[in-house]
């Protein structure tokens, strides 16, 4: 078998050149050796989140990101889940559902306080995910994810059916806007820095959390259980907290996504959106907390892009969906990075290839 | 009105939506025995087999060649899949693949969408209306039909599998892959005839289904999710469980409907999923595969 030399050039390199440059520019350093502790790069970031705003003042692409940092806030607890314990989860839909559905129950309601409810609705989302995790976490590969979607399609039908809680199939409207202290979220620009306030108070905790004892835990599960439970970590446990704290992730994003949308009907949580939630994961990169937030943005953008082609829009998402799995299979950012490292040390390499040194 | 008058019934109808979960699971069965890939696009063979042969149908052709031309179209549909989508992704993990069938089935039912209409269709029976009296229990002729191809295609498969040299070749790429390479058998040929015949499988269960249950463009996502729900239940990557599979969760589902109220109908097929997954990962019948694989 001839052995597959991966680092070799291609010449569809050349192709990857410029949009690399571009794409180096905004996604983080691929590269995990070369993770400082801080952060100037964190600071950059922020003052983009900050000013971005305010120099693009069109309410579309406000909306939009507000979507996408809600996106991001879903993505960044899959990827705790996913990228750095290794586990596989199709129902992450059904969890921000339960944050949707919280709120907007207890807003229309029993009219409690958004703040409130925002709270309650990660509390309940971590529940019902620990109820959940608790019997099939055990499996593992296929099976857990089959497992997930399946829990993900009976919360769809339970919802649809449930019409006197739920109101079946039309969906809770006139939920409230996000109120803190008499302060009301109710524009794009006012939403844009709340989601995405809430998602760096979340990134920060997430930070924090993979490099504590717990983080490190997780990375270890991944890689392998055995190993793992040999030096005394508790697979069960740890696979269960970081599917909780998911779940908990993903009932703050959907609690958010009610208030600003004002609707909750069970359309949105299906399994698409699961699909979509994973595929931010994947092309942001695997173990790596920027990566999902900027998939996040990448691919509500795509989304909404493709909105602009109506009925031809899902075809078409399908086709990017998998061209984007063949070229990029280990993330966007991890890729492209590799590329570049590849292609600026191709030349002396072939140099000293060819002078018979290599 | 108690709901046990109605239990033969529901029994019949059972069995029928049975036969199709075993088909579809047989199609899951069929790659997972050849490369251990789940392929979630075999709904979308089932959908297709139906929608196409209905539009052949419409278009004039007779019934036998309108569904022969579907089935091979099916199948070629089934080979691009493999040479476009799972080959070049065959040495990525199992997300990875997951993600990739998954779009695929969700090009191929909106494509169906675009191409053949969104409106549900229903092929006409292949003999007659006239439903049958057996023991009381009405049932149609076309059930009659697709149990029938189920039992063939059974035959067929365990032909196949047990007594040809192309049937274990194709087993032996799965569950020893170093050994098939070591024996000179070509495991990406083995992977891409095993999607056409799953795709051949699918498309003969969506043709024989479509006269009883519309067919539409987006029934293939849940019935391929309750056709692998089947193949677990009866104990994965047998042929035998495959079947068993689906009429346990046929007969299940069409029972439940007795005692719950039918809209929970498609939330069955998942609680049961779960609590087999829970109690008895191999299923019923046992499996070669989750014993050594310590999934």
């Known amino acids: ?358 | 009105m108690t709901p046990w008058t109605n239990i033969p019934q529901f029994l019949s109808s059972g069995i029928t939506m049975g036969a199709i979960y075993a088909l579809v699971g047989l199609g899951f069965v069929t790659i997972s025995r050849a490369s251990q890939i789940i392929n979630f696009t075999q709904g979308e063979f089932v959908m297709l087999g139906g929608v196409i042969t209905f539009s052949l149908l419409k278009g004039g052709l007779p019934y036998p060649l309108a569904i022969l031309i579907s089935i091979v179209f099916v199948i070629i549909i089934g080979f691009l899949l493999q040479v476009l989508v799972i080959h070049p992704l065959r040495k990525t993990s199992v997300l990875i693949l997951i993600m990739a069938t998954l779009g695929a089935s969700l090009f191929l039912s909106s494509t169906s969408g675009l191409v053949f209409g969104t409106l549900p269709k229903a092929l006409p029976p292949f003999s007659g209306e006239q439903p049958l009296q057996i023991l009381g229990v009405l049932l149609s002729p076309q059930s009659i039909w697709v149990l029938g191809v189920t039992f063939l295609l059974l035959i067929a498969l365990y032909l196949l599998s047990h007594r040809t040299l192309l049937g274990k070749a194709m087993e032996a790429s799965s569950t020893d892959p170093l050994g098939a390479d070591l024996s000179g058998i070509s495991r990406n040929f083995m992977v891409f005839l095993a999607f056409g015949v799953s795709a051949g499988i699918g498309a003969i269960a969506g043709i024989f289904v479509a006269p009883i249950f519309y067919t539409s463009y987006n029934v293939g996502t849940l019935l391929g999710l309750k056709g692998f729900i089947a193949a677990v239940l009866g104990g994965w990557g047998k042929n035998s469980g495959a079947i068993l599979g689906g009429f346990a969760l046929g007969i299940i589902e069409s029972l439940s409907v007795a005692f719950i109220p039918s809209g929970y109908k498609d939330a069955i097929a998942f609680v049961v999923l779960l609590l087999i997954l829970y109690l008895r990962p191999k299923g019923i019948l046992g499996s070669p595969f989750i014993d050594s694989r310590r999934w």
Request: aromatic share 14%.
């Open chain 1, 1 to 358: 078998m001839v052995e597959e030399t991966k680092k070799e050039f291609r010449r569809r390199d050349l192709f990857y050149l410029w949009p690399m440059w571009l794409l180096s520019i905004i996604l983080p350093d691929p590269l995990p050796h070369r993770k400082k502790e801080f952060k100037k790069r964190d600071l950059c970031y922020l003052a983009a989140l900050l000013l971005f705003p305010l120099v693009w003042s069109d309410p579309h692409l406000h909306h939009l990101m507000v979507l996408a940092g809600i996106n991001a806030i879903l993505a960044l607890g899959l990827s705790l889940f996913l990228g750095y314990a290794g586990q596989i989860s199709l129902g992450h839909a059904a969890f921000f559902g339960i944050g949707a559905y919280s709120t907007a129950i207890l807003t229309t309601r029993y009219a409690f306080p958004s703040f409130v409810a925002f709270g309650a609705s990660a509390v309940a989302a971590a529940i019902m995910a620990y109820f959940i995790g608790k019997p099939i976490l055990k499996l593992k590969g296929y099976f857990l994810a089959v497992a997930t979607l399946g829990f993900g399609e009976i919360f769809l039908v339970i919802v649809r059916e449930m019409r006197s809680l739920t109101n079946g199939v039309i969906g809770i409207f006139g939920i409230p806007w996000f109120t803190f202290a008499g302060f009301s979220f109710d524009t794009y620009l006012k939403q844009y820095y709340l989601i995405w306030g809430v998602l760096a108070g979340l990134l920060l905790f997430s930070k924090n959390l993979v490099r504590s004892k717990m983080g490190r835990a997780f990375l270890a599960v991944a890689a392998s259980e055995d190993a793992a439970a040999s030096i005394g970590i508790c697979v069960a446990q740890i696979k269960l907290g970081v599917f909780v704290l998911g779940a908990a992730f993903s009932g703050f994003a959907g609690s958010l996504f009610a208030s600003i949308m004002s609707t909750a009907s069970p359309d949105a949580f299906g399994l698409n959106l699961s699909v979509l939630v994973v595929m931010m994961v994947i092309l942001g990169g695997m173990g790596n907390l920027y990566g999902p937030i900027a998939g996040a943005i990448f691919l509500t953008w795509l989304t909404d892009m493709l909105g602009r082609f109506q009925e031809y829009s899902l075809p078409i998402y399908g086709v990017i969906l998998i061209l984007l799995l063949i070229f990029f299979p280990d993330g966007m950012g991890t890729r492209l990075g590799m590329r570049f490292v590849y292609l600026i040390s191709y030349w002396p390499k072939k140099k000293r290839r060819d002078e018979g040194r290599l």
